[in-house]
């Protein structure tokens, strides 16, 4: 099975908002409201930001923001601080498996 | 505080095999499904294999036959066997809690290279 399809890139400048988008199909984005959102910095190990689609875990500030469309999910990201530069990644159960998108690099201009 | 740590990465020739373990503290281990999760050079992240609470196993197709999770409660220990390994199996693996793709908590990594 596919990786879940990301776009490569995006970018915003600081106080700006930026949305990431995340397709999927109807047998794992479509199918299942287990949608997630990790923030990664080069080096270090994956950051859950977001949870059941659009829950935020303790910690994470409310300007990260999940929803679901269909076979879409998109992370959105308001108020672009410069350490919010980094990979960002979603994720999908599958049924019996597991589905990671391919990582947008998120750039603060 | 919650706190994972893998172990037992390094450089293997393709064909051989390594295991590696993540050393869980700060939570009632039992209690909670757990993954491995790798990371090529470069590129982005890829599920491995999840253990359930009561120890079902799931593992992506790539690495079904080859590879075995396994967990030690009274230890508070995840283990992943790795076997008849590749040059594409290269990568940082990385150890998290939780259950269907939904990960809270993640260890540093441990990198295996393989590589003759």
């Known amino acids: 099975q596919s990786a879940l399809t990301q776009p490569p890139s995006a970018s915003g400048s600081p106080g700006q908002s930026v949305t990431i988008s995340c397709t999927g199909t109807?047998?794992?984005?479509?199918?299942?409201?287990?949608v997630s959102w990790y923030q990664q910095h080069p080096g270090k190990a994956p950051k859950l930001m977001i949870y059941g689609v659009n829950k935020r875990p303790s910690g994470v500030p409310d300007r990260f923001a999940g929803s679901k469309s269909g076979n879409t999910a998109s992370l959105t990201v308001s108020g672009l601080q410069a350490e919010d530069e980094a990979d960002y990644y979603c994720s999908s159960h599958a049924g019996s498996k597991n589905l990671f998108g391919g990582g947008t690099k998120l750039t603060v201009l | 505080e919650v706190q994972l740590l893998e172990s037992g990465g390094g450089l293997v020739q393709p064909g051989g095999s390594l295991r590696l373990s993540c050393a869980a503290s700060g939570f009632t281990f039992s209690n909670w499904a757990m993954a491995w999760v790798r990371q090529a050079p470069g590129e982005g992240l890829e599920w491995v294999s999840s253990i359930s609470e009561s120890g079902s196993p799931y593992y992506i197709d790539s690495v079904k036959g080859r590879f075995t999770i396994s967990r030690d409660n009274s230890k508070n220990t995840l283990h992943l066997q790795l076997n008849s390994l590749r040059a594409e199996d290269t990568a940082v693996y990385y150890c998290?809690?939780?259950?269907?793709?939904?990960?809270?908590?993640w260890g540093p990594g441990t990198l295996v290279t393989v590589s003759s």
């Open positions: 109807s047998s794992d984005v479509g199918g299942y409201d287990y």
């Open positions: 998290a809690r939780g259950l269907r793709g939904e990960y809270d908590y």
